[in-house]
């Protein structure tokens, strides 16, 4: 069974902190992983990452896997108050039918305050 | 361009009414994932459908539960019966195809509570 584990499960920082958030997994036949925000709606795509090694990045926000030591990590620069949320991090199985198929994390809840 | 769509926001059932939860894809999208979200814990898979087919039900719950998606409508998830178990956030995605290697995009959700 394909397993997510985040870490830490929440972090509160202020304006302007760097924060690093984890996620390590194990998935059968890996085919991408991917990160999300969710603030009390729907979750936001941020980043879906198939080769390890290659950064990813948009505006403050970076991301990379390893896919040898099976983990992730999502970095957040200057933070700013509107980075509160819970971020969450999926992985895709690349077997049979699962396409779409994301196993979920169970979230870091990252608060900003001013 | 109008996202995934997901109504009504919220529904409040009693024990042992039904829920129908309904979900537009976005535009161009044939695929469709329901989503739920337990208080306190991670998005759950439940079911992936085609228009017209079911192509994965191995997260949804054996009894009581049963999704559609036709080939005219919207996708339904339907809840028979429910109980204060079932109260959660269900959410639904689309994409444009099958391994296309498209992110999923998420509706609002469907806030559920039973009463």
């Known amino acids: 069974e394909d397993k997510v584990v985040q870490s830490p499960l929440s972090l509160v920082v202020h304006e302007g902190d760097t924060v690093t958030l984890n996620c390590s997994y194990e998935?059968?036949?890996?085919?991408?992983l991917l990160w999300y925000k969710q603030e009390k709606k729907a979750p936001t795509f941020l980043f879906m990452l198939?080769?390890?090694?290659i950064e990813k990045k948009s505006g403050r926000l970076s991301s990379i896997l390893d896919k040898k030591e099976l983990f992730s990590i999502l970095n957040i620069t200057a933070t700013q108050t509107g980075d509160s949320a819970v971020y969450l991090c999926?992985?895709?199985?690349?077997?049979?039918?699962?396409?779409?198929?994301?196993?979920f994390g169970q979230g870091t809840i990252l608060t900003v305050h001013p | 361009n109008a996202g995934v769509m997901q109504n009504p926001r919220h529904l409040v059932r009693r024990r042992g009414q039904e829920a129908r939860l309904r979900c537009s894809p976005m535009?161009?999208?044939?695929?469709v994932y329901w989503y739920r979200q337990l208080p306190e814990e991670g998005l759950k898979f439940m079911v992936y459908?085609?228009?017209?087919?079911?192509?994965?039900e191995s997260g949804m719950p054996k009894e009581r539960f049963s999704a559609e998606f036709p080939k005219e409508g919207p996708s339904i998830l339907r809840i028979q019966q429910v109980v204060r178990g079932d109260s959660a956030a269900y959410f639904c995605?689309?994409?444009?195809?099958?391994?296309?290697?498209?992110?999923?995009?998420f509706g609002n959700g469907t806030r559920l509570t039973v009463t």
């Open positions: 995605a689309s994409s444009p195809s099958m391994g296309g290697g498209s992110p999923l995009h």
């Open positions: 998935v059968t036949n890996f085919r991408s």
């Open positions: 198939t080769s390890s090694g």
């Open positions: 999926a992985v895709e199985d690349a077997g049979g039918t699962s396409y779409g198929k994301l196993t």
């Open positions: 535009k161009g999208h044939s695929h």
């Open positions: 459908l085609q228009k017209e087919n079911i192509i994965d």
